[in-house]
């Protein structure tokens, strides 16, 4: 258990607020530094936006500390489940080494194109270890610039998981100053209509994440 979970099942109950109800705050206060702003009504109180600042130094240190593309986010939010919802919400995430395990058999050695962009899409993406675990091996396999040709599309029908998944992705791009082609974010039914699914962020090369700039999000 990291230091992230282990503050946020001590605060459990803090301000009124569960463990996981702490954890989604962070999500935003993440994000807001990605440009994805609260309304004003949603903006938390003074005694919660400074527990938040510690909250979210806990998680930049881990980030700042791991290796890139590194599945942080998904074991907290499985320590969480596992504690204060048990098997209510029949999710168990792919453990990381297996996903990376999982993107070295599939995508191998090939060159990607250098002409369009290589779209990989997560259609129930949860923390986004797939995808991550996707971007690594493209590191790993053709460098970091061969990231600038890659496009990731993650979608799941849990609203956390539509934030853990692009938190994570642009969070390790800002930290290793790294730049991707393309991050789409999509809450939704995966099974259902396209039409019902909301777009909650949308990245490009020509928006790369910068914490506490203003960054497109149709």
């Avoid at 938390?44 to 909250?55: D, S, Y």
């Avoid at 050695?109 to 779209?119: F, I």
């Avoid at 809450?187 to 396209?194: A, R, W």
Wanted: with cysteine.
């Amino acid at each position: 258990m990291n230091n992230l979970a282990k503050e946020l099942i001590r605060l459990h109950g803090t301000e009124g607020l569960r463990a996981e109800q702490w954890f989604d705050l962070m999500l935003d206060d993440v994000m807001a530094g990605f440009g994805k702003r609260l309304a004003e009504h949603e903006i938390p109180k003074k005694p919660v936006r400074e527990v938040l600042f510690t909250l979210s130094g806990l998680y930049a240190k881990d980030v700042y500390s791991a290796a890139p593309f590194t599945d942080i986010l998904g074991p907290v939010h499985m320590e969480l489940v596992s504690r204060y919802h048990q098997k209510g919400t029949c999710q168990f995430f792919t453990p990381f080494e297996i996903a990376r395990l999982l993107a070295t058999l599939n995508m191998g050695s090939t060159p990607l194109p250098s002409d369009r962009l290589t779209r990989i899409c997560d259609p129930a993406v949860g923390a986004g270890g797939l995808l991550l675990a996707s971007a690594n091996h493209i590191c790993e396999a053709h460098g970091p610039e061969a990231l600038a040709l890659v496009s990731l599309t993650g979608v799941d029908i849990d609203w956390r998981c539509a934030r853990m998944y692009p938190c994570q992705v642009l969070s390790t791009l800002l930290v290793h100053q790294l730049q991707l082609g393309e991050l789409v974010s999509y809450h939704g039914n995966t099974l259902g209509d396209p039409a019902a699914w909301s777009t909650y962020c949308h990245y490009s090369r020509a928006d790369p994440p910068d914490a506490g700039g203003s960054r497109r999000s149709p």
